[in-house]
Nanobody, 124 residues
Framework: QVQLVESGGGSVQAGGSLGLSCAAS????????WGWYRQAPGKQRDLVAR???????TYADSVKGRFTISRDNPKNTVHLQMNSLSPEDTSVYTC??????????????????WGKGTLVTVSS
């Protein structure tokens, strides 16, 4: 079974920084695309940032220039560095990954996985 576990959430004052990490464990052949999503109370879950295996990145307009997504392929982890945080960034942040697995019979398949989320609170 594959699991994604986030770490690094917490509380910070406006203008501050936080770093999030997400580690994948289990039967993993490779990880294609990683993504960070966030959901504020009463709102839908939105993409924050995405990074492909080759390192191409995509950011939501609201975080461009402030957030940086990066990945460590050998460690099966993804990071999100968040700078210049504002109260509008307060959300539950959840990582997502497309993970390739090979079964004992030799079948290769890709599935999408979600972490449980970590709360980021930014106070004014």
């Amino acid at each position: 079974q594959v699991q994604l576990v986030e770490s690094g959430g917490g509380s910070v004052q406006a203008g501050g920084s936080l770093g999030l990490s997400c580690a994948a464990s289990g039967s993993i052949s490779s990880i294609n695309t990683w993504g960070w999503y966030r959901q504020a109370p009463g709102k839908q879950r939105d993409l924050v940032a995405r990074i492909t295996r080759g390192g191409s990145t995509t950011y939501a307009d609201s975080v461009k220039g402030r957030f940086t997504i990066s990945r460590d392929n050998p460690k099966n982890t993804v990071h999100l560095q968040m700078n210049s945080l504002s109260p509008e960034d307060t959300s539950v942040y959840t990582c997502n990954a497309d993970i390739q697995t090979e079964s004992p019979e030799g079948f290769v398949y890709t599935m999408n996985y979600w972490g449980k989320g970590t709360l980021v609170t930014v106070s004014s």
